[in-house]
Structure formats: structure tokens, C-alpha cells
């Protein structure tokens, strides 16, 4: 059975690794990129390790931000974003405090984040509104899957990071075929590559099943083209530019999403 307790050496020893590859390479994205993994590493750890409080701690925080940014790629006004704010965090704190509700707070979520432009009277951009707070509810909604998954979400975070950074390389590397439209410098080779190679993570943290395999291998990169076509559609390049080589927290952990997501449904 996978824990935080038994995962935790892998992830510190991943983090001594890629610091040691960081520095080798001179290049300073990936040492700049490496020092924001140095602090978020621990602190996700650390929340996984309190348990369920710990984990609907982070989700909140995380659905705080990853709306703030996405209420600003959709252009999405003050109010809309509040509400879907703490639509999301309904939903999670209904998956920590009240088990089984959760399906329920998503459609209280939705009436709420509905009721804003049908409040306002929004003729010109009302539909806009909300079909994109919509979207983001279903989306970021599924951050609340981090409370009940607990360790096994842990584990495919840690799967999807290493699928996405193989793949951006080994695209590179390979070349051939593109993935898709949606996101024009991926490769079907680099794809591929980093699928094995979450699957190989996986392995090696005793997590591996099918529910698991297929969410890393097909809900990582289908979450990755989902923010594609997003920011393609919003003409963005990044969600944000807080975070240290990654742009925003969004570009982070979309591939995250959709693979937890595809986990709830196998399982």
C-alpha cells in the first residue's frame, strides 16, 4: 500500500537528483525551475503527511489561485471569480467534512456561479460568463479529489511531473509526428516517452495499477492540450508569471487534474 511516509524518500532523493542535473547543465531556467520545486516539494509532502486536513488545506489554496488565474485568461470580472472561488471550495471541503456530498456542492457551485451574470443582467457577455465559470468549476472542482486519493494522488503528481518534463525533451530529442494542433511543439515521440516513464515512476513507488497507468499515460496528456486549447483560445502564453520557470501554478498542474480525474472514474 502506497503512503506519504513511503514515498517521501523517493521525492527527496528525486529533488538531490534533479538539483545535481540542474547544476550540471549551467542552463538557468532548469536551476531556476529546480529552486521552485526545492520549496513546493516539501510543502505539498508536508500537507499530504497531515492527512485529510492537510490535503484540503492545500486543495483550497491551490483552487484559490488556479481560479484567480483562470478568471484572468477567460477575463472574468472580480465577483465571477469569488464565486467560483469558493464554489471550489465547497466542493473540497464537502470532500473532507461530508464524504459522498460532493456531487452535490457541484451543482450548489453551479446555481451560484449562474446566479452572478443572471443577477447582473448581463446581456452582452452573460453567456460567456458562464459557460467559462462553469468550465472552471468542473475543472478545478476536481482538486477536491487530493482529500479521499491521499497518497495515491501524491504519487500520480509525481508521475505526471516526470511524464511532462521526459516528454518535453524527449520530444525535443526524437521529433516526428505532432500531438496535436492544440500544442504545436509536442510530439507523439516525446509523449510516448514520458508515458513509460511515468509508468516506470509509478513501478518503482509500488503504485502502479491500471486505473493509475491510465491516468498518467492518457489523463496527463489530455490535461496538458485541455489548457492548450484554453490558452489558445485566449491568445496567452502562460496563466501567470509567479512561479519560478513554470509561469503559473495552472501550468503546473494540468496535467494533474484531468489524470485525477480519470482516476475517480476507474476507481
Known sequence: MTTVASLAPYLGGALALGGIAAAASRRRE????????????????GAFWLGPPGTAALAILAGVIAVMEFGGLMRLGRVDRVVLAAAVTGVVLAAWLAPGQELRAVAIGALAVAAVPLLAGDADHGLRRLGASLLGL???????????????????????????IVAYFAGQRLGGPRLSPLS?????????????AGLGVLAVLSALSWPMAVAVAVGGPAGD?????????????????????????????DSLLIALAVLLVLR
Do not use: H
Open 30 to 45: 532548469l536551476l531556476v525551475r529546480w529552486c521552485a520545486w526545492a520549496v513546493g516539494v516539501p510543502l505539498v509532502t
Open 138 to 164: 468542473a475543472w478545478l472542482s476536481v482538486l477536491a479529489a487530493l482529500v479521499p486519493l491521499g497518497a495515491s494522488a501524491l504519487a500520480v503528481f509525481v508521475a505526471v511531473s516526470i511524464t511532462d
Open 184 to 196: 504545436p511543439a509536442k510530439r507523439w515521440s516525446g509523449t510516448l516517452a514520458g508515458s513509460a
Open 225 to 253: 492540450l485541455l489548457e492548450s486549447m484554453i490558452k489558445r483560445g485566449t491568445e496567452a502564453k502562460d496563466t501567470g508569471n509567479w512561479l519560478p520557470g513554470s509561469g503559473g501554478l495552472l501550468d503546473r498542474i
